[in-house]
């Protein structure tokens, strides 16, 4: 992501450095994570030390440091869904991409993250890929959903 | 649309769109919340749009996307008006026959009604539905009825005029005293009284102040506020701004997390929509009052839901949460007077001050008034939202509306509370849920979470999975909670692998000690308490996995193993070909036998026995029966020697 | 600013308002342990060792004393048994991490604590936090800070952007560590980056 790009957004803000997590926020969603030198541009425009700024990238779970896949796989660990068998559901996924939660395979396809709850929980257990919310799924029906991205 | 400028100008504008829609068409109003979305409401209403213009009946039929009415269970539910039909788990095939069927020629589609599951009976109205009858929706009620995406519909059912009362009929004074009078407290999990929480601010002598809408929402399991901030955004904009008239503040903030973008998508679309409208920015309704609110997103931190580290964050910082010594009404965002409540808090607001607090304090208990919207979760037959006037006691909420547990199993445990909160058993059933009732018992309220455990629960690992959900999200800052939590976890997981020892009870006991006395903020202070319920009302289930290496529930995986009882086994091969270890050794006529060092309790082989067989065991705290030699293993079919 | 009357473990003390218990105790010779308090920094309220009880109107709650504002009437506890075996677990759980850090010895004496009560840790830093807060408000440069949360939390130099734009490598900072591991972690980057200008000394102190 260039320096023009990060500016937009950081003016889109009003530069205010209360800002911050929701400018971090925008570049995560834009750009998959949050390279070094995004950060040292957000660090230098809003005057806001390094320090601080990897605090936050590195507090909040919606940050991430290095790339991510093209896909991002969430499966929700909240409570509705612990009760009707996420964790098997969760296996299932580790199986099937060969990566444990926070890691992304090495083709750079899948990203996995567990999630505490999406709100979903009436459909428990819940698995959502790039945005897309499925739900009632079982482990079985995990494979299917997950062949289906390129 | 030009700016509304006065309460008669509102009150004209409502008049004149009531007339405009009063067309007497027919509505067919679809759930468009996140669940039903999820369960393919987007092709349904799609379908419903391209079916209605193919047959030439957009002037005569109106569609909507509407808000979550909280049974996303049978989702995608709709709703026909004005005879309130209500169908559910309808699919866009369906759509067709809709039409042609119960709009044209007004006849019900039996297999689209919704089936009461206990007695069979078929619900046509929305009203007759049992799960809906029970309950007391005076927030979520309106959900079905508007288009979250439209300020109009929300005007349409009388949106603003709560305002429109409380900044020209009433002084903040007169406000403050009709919330005070109505007992609301705070609907987030602490239960403050909130009129007392704003007269606070409303005293303090700093002249700028703000109020915090907190829609983190950050319990698992738990999605009321999701339902309301997406379903009704301008319901919660309007309590905001009242209360913002109340105490003087001329900013607010409303604190969404980033897991709910549907609810952040349709609260910015409500406050540009009112400012366009009149209803935020400077001289609301020519009242001479400014007020402007901005939308914040989480980052996925549970913490933040707690209200000073959610302050932390809206700095711009890292949450960690701030002691509260000087509480946070008196110095808050920022170091000035903030009033944070919660969604549903800020939901009731309009409702008191347009029907007035004594209508309020005639439903719910001495302590607790008004409703509570609870998510109903877990392993319960109705699962969703479920609106119900405080003191109601937990056994009709699971039975009555919720329909009981599911598959025959029997009811073990209802946690509420999120992880702050407890677990409580069946006798305990017959408590009138309210906030100091639940805390009594050593649950608590909390957010309105509230998830149904059965026999197959281990209540040793819920304690366990509470746990390791606070030690991901605690901030670390202070000792108790950063090094307690987890050593808590870390004796949890060894009790529940089969690695637990005499003595650890007592040290998890003080540990709990510790954190409960010692941390810094609520979420380490709480922390414990998923334990302490557990172990005050199911201490055996302790007992036995640290001195019989047992789990009752047969859950706990090195706890179990999966046995093929020979007796009921017909070597039918079916578990044999689906285990995905290749665990099960037998083959035609040959009894199965699971091989004990190659199985991962992938519960595969209970699953797919056929149930006329059941042969398929799990076993825990004794030793497995040794397989039977291999010459018995012979099936011998038709006629025994 | 107006007088306050308090009580501290039976004896009276006057203090002024918005002090804290901890400086209204330490006025009149009252020790009290703490980790994380530095008189040239912002109180932290980390360590949670200075826990003390405070009875208002009757009522008894356990706070810390280094961030409690005194109030009249106040009657504070600096100790009891409750307070003491609160003190002993958070050693303990610190312990395991720095079972042999200089600041913590004298006090798991008094407490009690055992050294071996948790399986030791990996990371022998307390978060006291003294670092990080030395760094940022008095020398203002910031050039150490806080990375990740719970358990995972711990402190870091980002090497590169830090010790070669921001660190002066004043080591002010290492005398405030009561376990060494920030001369540790100070170290480890300075091995990693032998190599670079950051690390060529402008003059060895």
Redesign the interface.
Same mark, same amino acid.
């Given at each position: 992501m260039n320096n023009d790009r990060i500016d937009q957004i950081i003016d889109k803000h009003q530069g205010?450095? #209360? #800002? /911050? =997590?929701?400018i971090?926020?925008d570049i995560q969603s834009e750009n998959r994570w949050l390279p070094k030198e995004a950060l040292?541009r957000v660090s230098e425009k809003l005057e @806001? #030390? /390094?320090?601080?700024i990897? *605090? =936050?990238a590195? %507090?909040?779970?919606? %940050?991430s440091l290095v790339p991510k896949g093209r896909h991002q796989i969430h499966v +929700?660990?909240?409570?509705? +869904? *612990?009760?009707?068998g996420a964790q098997?559901v969760l296996?299932k996924v580790q199986d099937l991409t060969g990566i444990k939660p926070g890691e992304t395979d090495s083709d750079m396809k899948y990203s996995l993250e567990t @999630?505490? +709850?999406?709100?979903? +929980?009436? /459909?428990?257990p819940?698995m959502e890929v790039d945005?897309? @919310? *499925?739900?009632k799924i079982s482990p079985a029906e995990t494979a299917e959903v997950i062949k289906k991205y390129e | 649309m030009a700016q509304i400028k006065s309460p008669d100008e509102l009150k004209k504008v409502r008049e004149e769109l009531l007339l405009r829609r009063d067309s007497g068409n027919p509505c067919i109003s679809i759930c468009a919340g996140a669940g039903c979305l999820a369960s393919g409401a987007g092709e349904v209403i799609a379908a419903f749009k391209e079916e209605i213009e193919k047959q030439g009946l957009t002037a005569d039929v109106d569609t909507k996307g509407t808000g979550c009415p909280g049974f996303c269970e049978k989702g995608p539910i709709m709703v026909i008006y004005p005879e309130e039909i209500c169908y559910v788990q309808v699919k866009a095939e369906d759509v067709p026959e809709i039409i042609s069927q119960t709009i044209k020629e007004k006849k019900i589609i039996d297999r689209l009604l919704y089936v009461e599951p206990s007695t069979g009976e078929k619900a046509t109205q929305e009203s007759d539905i049992p799960f809906y009858k029970n309950q007391e929706r005076i927030l979520i009620c309106n959900n079905i009825k508007i288009d979250s995406k439209s300020i109009d519909d929300y005007l349409a059912i009388d949106g603003y005029a709560a305002l429109a009362k409380a900044l020209f009929q009433m002084t903040p004074e007169q406000v403050l005293a009709e919330v005070k009078k109505s007992n609301l407290r705070g609907r987030g999990g602490g239960g403050f009284p909130a009129g007392r929480k704003w007269e606070g601010t409303r005293n303090a002598p700093d002249p700028i102040k703000y109020v915090i809408v907190n829609a983190d929402e950050g319990d698992p399991g738990a999605f009321m506020d999701r339902a309301l901030l997406e379903g009704n955004p301008h319901s919660i904009l309007e309590g905001l701004i009242i209360g913002a008239y109340t105490i003087g503040a001329q900013e607010g903030y409303i604190y969404v997390r980033q897991e709910y973008p549907l609810a952040v998508e349709n609260i910015n679309l409500a406050i540009k929509q009112a400012e366009e409208y009149g209803f935020l920015g400077k001289n609301i309704l020519g009242s001479g009052f400014d007020f402007t609110v901005k939308v914040h997103q989480g980052a996925g931190a549970f913490v933040c839901g707690e209200s000073s580290a959610l302050m932390t964050a809206l700095e711009g910082k890292a949450g960690e949460p701030r002691p509260k010594y000087i509480r946070s009404n008196i110095k808050g965002l920022w170091e000035r007077p903030t009033v944070l409540n919660n969604v549903e808090t800020w939901a009731n607001v309009p409702l008191i001050i347009n029907k007035g607090a004594d209508w309020f304090i005639q439903m719910g208990t001495e302590g607790s008034k008004g409703t509570k919207v609870f998510s109903l979760v877990g392993k319960i037959t109705n699962t969703g939202l479920v609106e119900v006037p405080m003191g109601i006691t937990l056994r009709d909420i699971i039975y009555k509306i919720g329909g009981g547990i599911p598959g025959g199993k029997k009811f073990k445990a209802v946690q509420t509370g999120g992880p702050s909160g407890g677990c409580l058993p069946e006798n305990m059933l017959d408590l009138e849920v309210g906030f100091d009732e639940l805390t009594k018992a050593g649950s608590m309220m909390g957010s309105g979470g509230m998830i149904i455990m059965d026999e197959d629960t281990c209540m040793v690992d819920v304690a366990r999975y509470f746990l390791e959900f606070l030690a991901d999200e605690s901030c670390g800052k202070c000792v108790p909670c950063r090094e307690g939590v987890k050593q808590m976890l870390k004796i949890l997981t060894n009790i529940t692998e089969g690695k637990g020892r005499v003595g650890d009870i007592e040290l998890l006991e003080e540990l709990a000690e510790t954190a409960i006395n010692a941390s810094l903020c609520a979420l380490g202070q709480s922390a414990p308490n998923p334990f302490l319920s557990t172990l005050h009302y199911f201490r055996d289930e302790y007992e036995s996995h640290i001195k019989e290496k047992r789990c009752s529930a047969l859950y706990c995986k090195e706890l179990i193993a999966y046995h093929i009882d020979p007796d009921k086994c017909q070597a039918c091969m079916i578990c044999f070909k689906k285990c995905p270890s290749e665990a099960i050794i037998g083959g035609k006529n040959m009894i199965h036998i699971v091989d004990q060092e190659k199985c991962t309790k992938c519960n595969t082989c209970l699953e797919v026995c056929p149930a006329r067989f059941d042969a398929v065991k799990k076993i825990s705290g004794e030793p497995v029966p040794p397989p039977i030699p291999e010459e018995e293993r012979t099936i011998v079919r038709g006629g025994k020697e | 600013m107006s007088k306050i009357l308090l009580t501290i473990d039976g004896r009276e003390v006057e203090a002024k308002e918005g002090m804290t218990v901890l400086e209204a105790a330490r006025s009149v010779g009252i020790t009290i342990p703490t980790l994380c308090d530095y008189e040239k920094l912002e109180p932290y309220g980390a360590c949670r060792i200075c826990t003390v009880e405070a009875e208002v109107k009757g009522w008894t709650k356990l706070v810390v004393s280094c961030l409690y504002p005194v109030e009249q009437n106040l009657i504070v506890r600096t100790r009891s048994e409750k307070v003491d075996r609160i003190r002993k677990m958070i050693l303990q759980l610190l312990l395991s991490h720095a079972p042999y850090a200089r600041d913590l010895q004298g006090l798991a004496k008094e407490y009690g604590a055992d050294k071996d009560r948790f399986e030791k840790e990996s990371s022998f830093c307390i978060h006291c936090g003294l670092c990080v807060r030395y760094c940022a408000e008095v020398k203002k440069k910031d050039a150490i800070g806080f990375i990740n949360r719970g358990a995972k939390r711990e402190i870091s130099f980002v090497p590169e952007m830090i010790t070669s734009k921001v660190c002066w490598n004043c080591k002010e900072c290492f005398p405030l560590c009561p376990t060494e591991a920030l001369q540790a972690a100070y170290g480890l980057a300075e091995a990693l980056l032998s190599d670079s200008p950051a690390f060529e000394s402008e003059s060895e102190e």
């Open positions: 205010e450095a #209360s #800002s /911050l =997590i929701q971090l926020l040292e @806001v #030390s /390094l320090t601080r990897q *605090h =936050i590195t %507090f909040y779970k919606a %940050f +929700c660990m909240g409570t509705a +869904c *612990h009760v009707r098997n296996d @999630v505490n +709850c999406l709100g979903c +929980c009436s /459909l428990g819940v945005g897309k @919310v *499925h739900g | - | -």
